[in-house]
């Protein structure tokens, strides 16, 4: 499900010492989908790579301090979703299509939740589509 604060951060990370990390949690959805959705963004932008291997679910659970069956589901979810897939004995690893899936996925997400309730939006208060474009290409140069 797309939002305003698609590109926000899902999880923030608070730090009482240097080498210790607490993964906090918001209360808008269940901390495992907060886990896939954080995971799945590690692979669309490059920090998980096809083929790479992620920690067990037991050390992740360990590390970020959580049940381990919460980090369980997560990666069950992920399995499930094509994301993730197991080596019998070995572990949990990022499927080798999983960014352009993600990719694809994200962005039908996009022009089904953003783009078509704006054209709807421009229409009903009488912008013309050609001055979106316009305006879009104008941030874009900005950007």
Request: proline content about 5%.
């Amino acid at each position: 499900m797309l939002t305003h604060d698609l590109f926000a951060p899902m999880v923030h990370y608070k730090s009482d010492e240097p080498t210790k990390r607490v993964l906090m949690f918001d209360d808008q959805s269940p901390i495992y989908r907060q886990i896939a959705d954080r995971i799945k963004t590690e692979v669309l932008n490059g920090t998980l790579s096809g083929g790479e291997q992620v920690m067990s679910t037991n050390r992740y659970a360990a590390f970020y301090r959580i049940n381990p069956a919460t980090a369980a589901k997560a990666f069950q979810q992920l399995v499930d979703e094509g994301v993730l897939y197991k080596k019998r004995g070995i572990g949990m690893f990022v499927s080798p299509d999983a960014r352009e899936a993600l990719r694809s996925q994200r962005r039908e997400s996009f022009f089904a939740e953003v783009v078509a309730p704006m054209v709807a939006e421009a229409k009903v208060i009488g912008i013309p589509l050609t001055d979106i474009v316009k305006r879009i290409h104008e941030l874009e140069e900005r950007a």
